[in-house]
């Protein structure tokens, strides 16, 4: 794969993460455990993310304390809170996972699949797709935030961490 693209890439998506990390860090003790529940929110983008940059869905397993809950087809909630730093501990280990997946990307493995029950998409795609994923969930928690009167995060044009 092109390296130009591959550095791209990254710049955005690990902007994308940047900015994630950058609103859970925001986020006020008062708010992250109220009816909005916060704290889920992140839990389940981050949740994704890392699921998304697997490439043996199917064999996908967050690493501890955190299940597969987010599977549930019910919508059962995780068994109990995590804290901010857990899930701080999760971003760093998915922003290296991120990292990882992009700088090792080939033409040939870009093309690979990423197969599950409802996707079927190059493995390109997918990073594409999980970007716009991480962001979108960035403006929820975002929102959260000003709804409860806190400072929101700046943007983030590009990672400063390097490829």
Known sequence: MN???QQ????????SIDMLENVLVACPDA??????????????TLFYLDYYLSET???????????????????LMPERTYSKDELLTYLSFCRQKCHDLIAGLTAESAEKR???KYKNYSFLEIVLYNMRYVQHHVAQLNLLLRQGNSDVPNWISETSVDL
Request: charged residues 15%; negative net charge.
């Open 114 to 116: 990423f197969i599950n």
């Open 8 to 15: 791209i890439l990254w710049r955005q998506f690990g902007a």
């Open 31 to 44: 708010l992250w455990d109220i009816d909005s529940k916060f704290w889920y929110i992140g839990y389940h």
């Open 3 to 5: 390296s130009s693209l």
């Open 57 to 75: 869905p199917a064999q996908f397993l967050p690493p501890p304390p955190f299940t597969l809950s987010e599977f549930d087809p019910k919508g």
